[in-house]
């Protein structure tokens, strides 16, 4: 079964971490972690990143992909996430990791 998914965002790698910029007409998933965990109260979150491999070694390019990582700052719609394997990936979805 084939979805089409609209990304919210981008992930971008820089030195050694990431970025993901989520796009202003999603702004509402950022508030919605917010409001679990509570203003300033973002630092260290583990979070579950699902984002679209954009890697050309991917033969199928429907398929998704989910990482973990802790969120290092928020500013607005920029997190700083710890380093993933991914690079110009179009985020789908970024929630809280209830298992941490």
Request: proline share 1%; hydrophobic share 40%.
């Amino acid at each position: 079964m084939h979805l089409n998914l609209e990304p919210i965002g981008i992930i971008k790698k820089v030195a050694n971490k990431s970025e993901i910029l989520i796009y202003s007409d999603f702004e509402q998933v950022i508030r919605n972690i917010v409001s679990k965990i509570g203003e300033g109260a973002e630092m260290g979150q583990k979070l579950l990143v699902i984002h679209k491999n954009n890697s050309k070694k991917q033969i199928d390019g429907h398929q998704v992909q989910v990482t973990k990582a802790t969120l290092l700052e928020r500013n607005g719609n920029l997190l700083t996430i710890s380093k993933i394997e991914a690079n110009e990936d179009s985020v789908i979805d970024v929630r809280l990791d209830q298992a941490a």
